[in-house]
């Protein structure tokens, strides 16, 4: 059993595996493109404030890649004695990690802004020699921060969030998203400079805040998303937008057994695989294990994030199992 294909106690079909090499390449492509832009937006920052806080935004903007491919090592690892489960867990942590950073870094930058522009602290933008010639730097900001968007916006933003929902990766699905977006900050840190540029001084520390504002949604957002899949809440998506329709096809699948009368599902997301609990009411008192352990394996070919399963035959079901009536196709 290959190393790189392993998740936990499976390998991952070929589509996946595929998936996951792509997703680790784009991710440490963006650390190399990511380290570039940050050493060159530090060579023109100024004394713009809208510049410093795009600048530590690109900075934090590491941590998502850095926590993906972390968390990747411990993903792959067989589950112990110690740890039955695997420690797929790890990505939630990653995430978690990723989202609180993001969020305490966002509230004291926008705290920052707030106080430079009760203090009506203004900014000056100084002027460079270049090839001979004096140019304000204000337009290599403006030239540099319309250039470096080009990566996230239309390169590794989309490609990743082309291969989250391939992995169910809600970590990488965040990952692209604040990729994508970096077009806004990079926008706004442009205004800023050019209002510093025609003596609108708020301008500067407006972009500032707009910038950390933006900040925080993304900590906020991502410590959510990772605290409420940490308490094992109903497994959802990879952008949290619906409840997984995994549950519905597996008790689609049970009740479509011929023992089986009634099914109702408890499925937790342990960071990108399912636990299972299936409670099935079968038409007779006494069930085979036969029969048991054909139905794990149907469930198990559902789906590859199927990770853990365990059938509990019931006389009833419990009130906060998803019963999932209706077929949905899986995605």
Do not use: C
Request: charged letters at 20%; aromatic letters at 10%; zero cysteines.
């Amino acid at each position: 059993m290959s190393s790189s294909h392993q998740f936990g106690r499976a390998d991952l079909p070929p589509e996946q595996t595929d998936a996951l090499k792509k997703a680790v390449r784009w991710e440490w492509f963006t650390i190399a493109y990511t380290t570039v832009t940050i050493t060159v937006v530090a060579f023109v920052i100024g004394n713009s404030q809208a510049m410093r806080t795009a600048w530590i935004e690109d900075m934090l903007s590491l941590i998502p890649q850095f926590a993906f491919l972390i968390a990747l090592i411990f993903v792959r690892r067989k589950p112990t004695v110690n740890k039955p489960y695997g420690m797929h867990r790890a990505m939630g942590v990653g995430h978690l990690v990723a989202g609180v950073a993001l969020l305490a870094i966002g509230l004291n930058l926008a705290f920052e802004a707030v106080t430079g522009l009760v203090k009506a602290e203004h900014p000056t933008i100084g002027t460079v020699q270049l090839f001979g010639h004096t140019v304000w730097l204000g337009w290599l900001m403006v030239a540099i921060m319309t250039v470096i968007v080009i990566g996230p916006v239309f390169f590794y933003g989309p490609a990743k969030a082309k291969l989250a929902p391939l992995l169910h990766s809600k970590l990488l699905y965040a990952d692209a998203d604040m990729a994508k977006a970096d077009w806004q900050t990079n926008a706004a840190s442009i205004v800023g400079v050019l209002g510093v540029g025609a003596g609108i001084w708020w301008l500067d520390g407006a972009a500032a805040l707009f910038i950390s504002l933006g900040i925080i949604w993304d900590g906020f957002k991502n410590t959510k998303s990772a605290v409420v899949d940490l308490m094992d809440q109903r497994a959802r998506t990879y952008d949290d937008k619906h409840p997984h329709p995994l549950a519905s096809d597996v008790t689609t699948y049970l009740r479509s057994l011929p023992w089986v009368t009634d099914a109702a599902v408890r499925m937790r997301d342990q960071g990108q695989v399912f636990h299972i609990e299936a409670f099935v009411i079968p038409r007779k008192r006494k069930v085979s294990i036969h029969d048991i352990n054909e139905a794990s394996e149907g469930i198990a070919n559902l789906d590859w994030k199927v990770q853990d399963i365990v059938i509990i035959p019931s006389e009833t079901l419990p009130t906060e199992a998803d019963v999932a009536r209706g077929h949905t196709t899986h995605a």
